[in-house]
T-cell receptor, first 110, second 113 residues
Framework: KQEVTQIPAALSVPEGENLVLNCSFT??????LQWFRQDPGKGLTSLLLIQSSQREQTSGRLNASLDKSSGRSTLYIAASQPGDSATYLCAVIDDYKLSFGAGTTVTVRA | EAGVTQSPTHLIKTRGQQATLRCSPI?????VYWYQQALGLGLQFLLWYDEGEERNRGNFPPRFSGRQFPNYSSELNVNALELEDSALYLCASSFGSDGYGYTFGSGTRLTVV
């Protein structure tokens, strides 16, 4: 059974600082990995999808890396802004479904 | 292009009643997934439908059921509601099941009183 862990559980940084969010998974036989953002009480917004053959993906200030062999992914958010405050969820795609981590709740202080 | 749409946004039911939640996937997506997000428990996989068939289900009792219609929309039914069924129910769609990426709706907040 796939286990996904996200560290840290919560993070508070001043505006402008770079964010580093970590995700680890136990079974490296995954198809892909997807990072999501969730605002309180809302649905999930997809941030980045990393195919299993890729090592990283970038979109604007966001960059995500994937190391399947070690079962790790890292999401980097450059020059954080108060609007980046949310919960960030890592999900691995294996076979037929997503397995989610518990998330990292980020607060960016103005 | 319209995203994944879910209805209703909020639903309040009494314990023992039935609840029906609806989901319309992105055009062209054939797979629909249902997830439950209860307070403090994270996202739990409920059901997967593809091409009108239930392909797999998570560790939930049979009173959680659903179906997928010919137009690929789906509904989730929860019978004999219990207080602990109160949660945000999220629907996602994808093109097939091989990890093309998933798009989620905004969810239905179910409250059982």
């Amino acid at each position: 059974k796939q286990e996904v862990t996200q560290i840290p559980a919560a993070l508070s940084v001043p505006e402008g600082e770079n964010l580093v969010l970590n995700c680890s998974f136990t079974d490296s036989a995954i198809y892909n990995l997807q990072w999501f953002r969730q605002d309180p009480g809302k649905g999930l917004t997809s941030l980045l999808l990393i195919q299993s053959s890729q090592r990283e993906q970038t979109s604007g200030r966001l960059n995500a890396s994937l190391d399947k062999s070690s079962g790790r992914s890292t999401l980097y958010i450059a020059a954080s802004q108060p609007g980046d405050s949310a919960t960030y969820l890592c999900a691995v795609i294996d076979d037929y479904k997503l397995s989610f981590g518990a998330g990292t709740t980020v607060t960016v202080r103005a | 292009e319209a995203g994944v749409t879910q209805s209703p946004t909020h639903l309040i039911k009494t314990r023992g009643q039935q609840a029906t939640l609806r989901c319309s996937p992105i055009s062209g997506h054939t797979s629909v997934y249902w997830y439950q997000q209860a307070l403090g428990l994270g996202l739990q996989f409920l059901l997967w439908y593809d091409e009108g068939e239930e392909r797999n289900r998570g560790n939930f009792p049979p009173r959680f059921s659903g179906r997928q219609f010919p137009n690929y929309s789906s509904e989730l039914n929860v019978n004999a509601l219990e207080l602990e069924d109160s949660a945000l129910y999220l629907c996602a769609s994808s093109f097939g099941s091989d990890g093309y990426g998933y798009t989620f709706g905004s969810g239905t907040r179910l409250t059982v009183v």
